[in-house]
């Protein structure tokens, strides 16, 4: 199958390129038989990446799974711009604001868990559906909410609903060729994370309107709620009416198809637990997207009580934090992969390292900016530091083991979340420092806990400040995950192909082939 | 990158001399040279519903002249103190441009000298939180400047406080719309679900 070594190799790297819009026909044969509107594979997933076509089923599954997933995000954090409203209406104290704000990201770390387990039985699409169709009523208890117990059980409820990152990545892999789907995923979850900041400017939006139709203020956000709740019901209906679990629709197939690929779950789950860099990102990914999730719930009402600006104005300002998704989080994949080009490995961490850190620089300036623009400014550039430090970590973590890749990304994910809790206990919910302190102590902490990328190291490619380890290649590194009787039952061969594939995170002229144009 | 420094550089110094930092009155210079009350009904007033009558008038015993530069007299709602614990939004500063003590208008009208006692009355509105309170009216100059004050309360602001009950901001209505679209959510997705099990069921069977 393999020609002479390098050619039919080239530009082909062990992380799917983030570029990659398509994958050449070399690389993954095309199966001419199917009639689809993408060129696609031998098991009928789409080899190319079409962003604004809705053909069925690839590119028509991309986008209801992402929107789903951005829906998830707006009434998640639905709240959060209406704080200085609710905070009145409910008689609450900081320490319940803050606890709410925990308890919105603390629930999708359960539901995350379990929404692999439902995909794999019921199907991504009815996975989806049933998340986003079930946490409707909870968004809509909102209207009932008359304290403080009350509403930081709704908003515990609703962030159940952020689980769809599982379904929606799960969808996707169904989908798309695995050379794209690092190109596909990572572009929907940065999409469906701009719910955050789109959030901020809807609700005081429609706070406003529904104000000026007659409704007093205690009511006027409580009706708000109501189209969230629609979102979710008629993003539910449009994934059941208009989605497909599989590229021939056949959900059965797919029951067949999970027992084939299985591994062993303890087996995966020993070599996720027992490298140590996991757990290095599952801190990592706390202080990037878990200080991403905080913030989105503090920024709106730090704008509004530090400058006294109306609610709406804050809402426009903390919504830029969030939509900076749009590119930011992206670029950061995009710088990730550049570095590699040229130092491999090394330059990874060191733009992981840069972009996360200098989040929490300007992360510590924007908590003691006293004029408006400055903070604004400052906020911007934390949120480009924060968003690419989360594309930057999905560079390095497919290399981490490619056996265990899955779980190792749950509990990066899952990290993210509870990072985003402790920040929140720790610097939001105390009312004996403002929330501009809490920013600047967030931020320290992110500069501290953004260190530990110095302690990766990678025996063949080495690390921030160390050069590999002599004699040590790709295989030797990656064959470790496989017992003798494992390899004896030849289950290392794809590792084999997967080691040979990353030779080009040696970086620079360490390495024989260079990067194929997207077209080739 | 140069240029995108150059230009972060410059739009930081351009913010800063936008900045601007006057400071605002201090309340600890102002003297309460008025005489303020408030009365309303006995127990917790309801928002929405309960009225307060607020009466001010210059304290006679202030020296004459005192009131040459009132223009307008500004009544206000305040947080008593222990309605402000926990809650940094309704922080008490001397600046009075940052104190959040007073959030709450009542009532704006023109300062009539002469000694005489001014009335207004006020329903208390929809949008005022669960506390307690007390009444302050401030002296206004000309250039709309605080320079005096008086409150219904002692200096530590512990005596003569009101209850107000907020509104729920909960409507049956809202209630039964919230139980329909919810029960709506949850059986079109069962519905969809056994139809389709069903059809399939069928299509297997042919």
Known sequence: ?520 | MAILQRFLLASVFVSCLVATCYGGVSFKSLHPTLTVTATHKEGVLKAGLDNITVTWALDPSAPAGTDASYKTIKVKLCYAPVSQVDRGWRKTKDDLTKDKTCSHKIVAKPYIAGGAVATATWTVQRDVPTAKYFVRAYAHNASDMEVAYGQTTSTEKKTNLFDIEAVTGRHVSLDIASICFSAFSVVSLFGFFFLERRKTRIAEAK
């Open chain 1, 1 to 520: 199958m393999e020609g002479s070594p390098g050619t039919s190799m080239h530009g082909v790297t062990g992380r799917e390129p983030v570029l990659a819009f398509s994958v050449a026909s070399p690389m993954v044969p095309t199966d001419n038989t199917a009639h689809f509107d993408l060129p696609v594979d031998s098991e009928h997933k789409a080899k190319k990446f079409k962003l604004f076509s809705f053909a069925n089923p690839h590119m028509r599954t991309f986008h209801l799974s992402w929107i789903s997933f951005f829906t998830c995000f707006v009434s998640t954090f639905a709240a959060a711009p209406l704080v200085p409203i609710i905070r009145d209406n409910l008689n609450l104290t900081k320490g319940d604001i803050g606890n709410a704000g925990v308890a919105s990201v603390s629930g999708s770390i359960f539901s995350r868990l379990v929404m692999g387990a439902v995909c794999d039985l019921l199907g991504p699409r009815y996975g989806c559906a049933f998340l986003v169709m079930m946490t409707a009523p909870t968004v809509f208890c909102m209207s009932f909410v008359s304290s403080a117990g009350g509403y930081v059980a709704v908003r515990f409820m609703i962030g159940f609903s952020l689980a769809t990152f599982v379904s929606c990545q799960y969808w996707m892999s169904t989908m798309f060729n695995s050379q794209i789907i690092g190109l596909v995923n990572g572009t929907a979850a940065g999409w469906g994370n701009m719910g955050g900041g789109a959030t901020q400017l809807l609700m005081p939006l429609l706070f406003e309107i529904i104000k000026s139709a007659g409704a007093t203020p205690f009511t006027a956000w409580r009706i708000a709620f109501f189209i969230p709740g629609w979102l979710h019901i008629i993003m539910g209906l449009l994934v059941l009416t208009l989605g497909q679990d599989l590229p021939d629709g056949n959900l059965s197939t797919l029951q067949k198809k999970g027992e084939v690929a299985k591994d062993q779950f303890g087996k995966v789950l020993w070599y996720a637990v027992t490298n140590y860099r996991t757990w290095i990102f599952v801190l990592l990914y706390g202080y990037s997207m878990g200080v991403e999730l905080s913030t989105d719930n503090v920024i709106a009402e730090y704008f509004y009580d530090r400058f006294d600006l109306k609610l709406h104005t804050a809402g426009v300002i903390a919504a830029t934090f969030g939509m900076a998704n749009l590119l930011a989080r992206p670029f950061g994949g995009f710088a990730s992969d550049y570095m590699a080009r040229h130092f491999g490995m090394r330059g990874r961490l060191w733009t992981l390292w840069t972009l996360q850190t200098m989040g929490g620089v300007f992360c510590i300036l924007l908590g003691r900016a006293t004029s408006l623009p400055v903070a604004i400014a400052h906020m911007i550039i934390f949120s480009i530091g924060a968003q690419a430090a989360c594309g930057a970590t999905f560079g390095v973590v497919p290399f981490i083991s490619r056996r265990s890749l899955g779980i190792i990304s749950g509990l990066t994910g899952a990290g993210g979340n509870f990072g985003s809790g402790l920040t929140q206990l720790l610097f939001f919910t105390n009312a004996k420092h403002s929330t501009g302190t809490g920013l600047s102590y967030m931020g320290i902490m992110i500069v501290a806990c953004t260190l530990p990328v110095a302690a990766i190291h990678f025996p063949q490619w080495g690390s921030m400040f160390f050069p590999p380890s002599k004699g040590v290649v790709e295989e030797h590194y990656y064959i470790k995950e496989y017992t003798e009787d494992e390899r004896e039952k030849n289950m290392h061969l794809g590792n084999i192909k997967f080691a040979e594939n990353c030779r080009s995170e040696r970086g620079g002229n360490r390495v024989g082939s260079e990067a194929t144009p997207p077209h080739a």
